[in-house]
């Protein structure tokens, strides 16, 4: 966090911010972990959060959704940093806290879509010249991930996007290696079966 209480970083900018814990004189004097909070989240932001909301956007499908969703962890992160037994796996309590909350999302988007069923008009077709072939055939694979069971989607999402280690994953949702193997070969072959004979 800079000076203003402002997380800096590249990427997109979300509309709330993690706020300073009392001055930096203050905090070093006083030899609080708040400022050690500040920093680390400061360096954590930086260096994850474009990950962590391309880790959400794959299980929201919105990009505003996803950012909200990951500014959320890292402010409760910051909220509960004294807790943090660990502080060296702060980043995989911030990626289990990003399933986590996409999870809660889709959740209340499905109760709403339920609810709206009834009353929901057919889309209207977009112009014939909107989606180029290379977008196209990305939302094909994603329509397909997103059709999986949630754990499989989640396995998939953070190992072939991500890239992430099957004990980081574990890590990540709180299951064992052997369970991240499991849904990893079920999801992969659930995956080909949706996507055979698409127009790839």
Do not use: C
């Not at 953070?158 to 890239?163: A, N």
Request: net charge positive; aromatic share 4%; proline share 4%.
């Amino acid at each position: 966090m800079g000076t203003h209480g402002k997380p800096r970083g590249t990427g997109a900018r979300p509309t709330t911010v993690i706020t300073h814990v009392g001055t930096e004189d203050e905090a070093v004097v006083s030899g609080s972990r708040d400022w050690d909070a500040d920093r680390a989240v400061e360096s954590l932001y930086a260096a994850h959060w474009r990950q962590l909301v391309r880790l959400s956007v794959l299980l929201v499908r919105d990009l505003g959704t996803a950012e909200e969703v990951v500014q959320d962890a890292f402010v409760a992160m910051h909220g509960h940093w004294r807790r943090l037994r660990d502080p060296d796996k702060a980043l995989s309590y911030l990626r289990q806290a990003v399933v986590n909350r996409s999870r809660s999302v889709l959740r209340h988007r499905g109760v709403v879509d339920r609810h709206a069923a009834r009353e929901r008009l057919p889309d209207p077709a977009g112009p014939a010249d909107e989606p180029a072939l290379a977008r196209a055939r990305r939302e094909v694979v994603l329509d397909a991930l997103r059709a999986l069971p949630g754990r499989q989607r989640e396995v998939l999402a953070l190992r072939y996007y991500l890239d992430l280690s099957e004990a980081d994953i574990a890590d990540a949702l709180g299951i064992s290696r052997g369970a991240v193997k499991s849904h990893a070969s079920r999801g992969a072959a659930a995956l080909r079966v949706l996507l055979d004979g698409a127009d790839l």
